[in-house]
């Protein structure tokens, strides 16, 4: 990890050391389609990880759905260090988060998470890497447990050319980070391998005026 990933890191350590320390004040995030993942995400569930955690603030609004043990995992040390220093102030819930990669979650026990927060991460790692986190998060999975995964949106081969995009290798591009860049029936298939696809959708930002792909999955 620390060569593949060493670009994403010194990206996300440089975003995080200037990030000011937030908790969330409400569990609504004003979007509609995320505030409903979230919530379906949530209910029924009390144990919740989230690979690609960042500052915590996908755990934190979780917390505030009433779950309550919280694992959060990153490859940055000032996303990490960031979400200790949040999750210190927050009301509600209990709160774990580890600096790592995709091997660290080796050390989850079967079975013994309800949920699982893949937020904007599969399509930013090396594919088999993706692939080897879904594997791994339906492991963890208890029966039945749900899996929010956001995407980033596809790039076409027209856009590939015009924005100066490099590929890699096959749909692995290289935007400035990573981009694992595949269709949504490519997404549709691969998800299909691990879980059943409970619904699909879109959350758009209107600050950024993009839009982000949604699937809300189930072991």
Known sequence: MEIDYRCSSDFWNQVFSGENDAIPLSKKLDNDVLDDAISWLCEGSSFVLDFGCGNGMMLFLCALYGTNEHLGIDLSKEAI??????????????????????????????????????????????????????????????????????????????????????????????DGLLLWNNSTE?????????????????????????TNRLFLLKK
């Open 81 to 174: 260090l960031c979400a200790r220093r949040n999750a210190a102030r927050m009301p509600a819930g209990r709160y774990d988060f580890q600096e790592g990669g995709v091997e660290a979650l080796q050390s989850v026990p079967n079975s013994s998470y309800d949920a699982v927060i893949l937020s904007n991460i599969v399509d930013n790692l090396y594919p088999e890497d993706g692939l080897a986190l879904l594997k791994e998060s339906a492991r963890i999975l208890k029966d039945g447990g749900k899996t929010l995964v956001k995407l980033n949106p596809y790039i076409t081969p027209e856009q590939i050319v015009e924005w100066n995009i490099k590929p890699i290798s096959g749909n692995l591009l290289d």
């Open 186 to 210: 490519q997404w549709r298939e691969i998800f299909s391998a691990q879980f059943a696809i409970v619904r699909e959708g879109v959350v758009y930002y209107p600050e950024h005026e993009q």
